[in-house]
């Protein structure tokens, strides 16, 4: 529903039963009838858990200014550890990348690995110490943060959109409100438990979680008809 150009449509159909991906994806479009939220799942056996041995921390996403790889490099900096980046630069947002993000490059303290295939990535996130989210927008999910702890990886996110719901704040990352709260939520990441991060994912966010969530909503549907 965060997507304004099928909105004219969502209005036709407002009365329809719908599901979202999390409660924080209903702000975008409230007027609709919503029944329940399931989550994203994953085939967790895709991702292997990392050690997080890597020594650098990661962000993982397109280059684009909602995703701010620019804020994560400062964080990265201020907390003295280096930083890897990794995902597509679109060509709307060349201009951007250019200007803010490949100044700050030196491949060694922020490094730019490029759009990575999926096995490459999922190496990447296992290594990583950490995955930071510094959105500066209501992002409607985060396939990111949950591909991030299927590694076994904390993900250290900024507290809006669904990264509350999707991160376990002290448990499975760290929530917080600007630079220098993730920058303080750095010095004790390596407190957090990366099997923990595992099983929750496990637990909350696998293919096998999203298909039992589906298939509730389906079941109470069709009881709901049949009354």
């Known amino acids: 529903a965060w997507n ?30 919503y029944v329940a939220t399931v989550h994203n799942g994953l085939d967790l056996d895709i991702f292997g858990g990392g050690a997080g041995t890597g020594g650098f921390i990661l962000f993982a996403g397109r280059m684009a200014p909602e995703k701010q790889p620019h804020i994560a490099i400062e964080v ?17 947002y060349q201009n951007f990348f250019t200007t803010e993000v490949r100044p700050q490059l030196d491949g060694r303290n922020v490094d730019y690995l490029g759009d990575l295939e999926r096995a490459a990535l999922v190496e990447v996130y296992g290594e990583a110490a950490a995955v930071i989210m510094p959105l500066a927008w209501d992002e409607p999910f985060g396939l990111v943060a949950i591909e991030a702890l299927a590694s076994g990886t904390p993900v250290i996110g900024w507290r809006r959109g669904a990264l509350p719901e999707i991160i376990r704040d002290g448990v499975t990352g760290v929530l917080v409100d600007d630079v220098a709260g993730a920058v303080q939520a750095l010095e004790h990441v390596d407190r957090l438990d990366r099997l923990e991060c595992r099983s929750d994912a496990a637990a909350r966010f696998s293919l096998s979680a999203m298909a039992r969530g589906y298939a509730e909503v389906y079941e109470g549907l069709r009881a709901s008809s049949s009354l």
Do not use: C, T, Y
């Open 4 to 33: 304004s150009a099928i909105h004219p449509a969502l209005h036709r159909h407002a009365d329809l039963p719908f599901v979202s991906l999390s409660d924080s994806e209903r702000s975008f479009f409230p007027d609709l009838n």
């Open 76 to 92: 990265a900096q201020r907390a003295g550890m280096p930083i890897k980046l990794a995902g597509p630069i679109e060509s709307k």
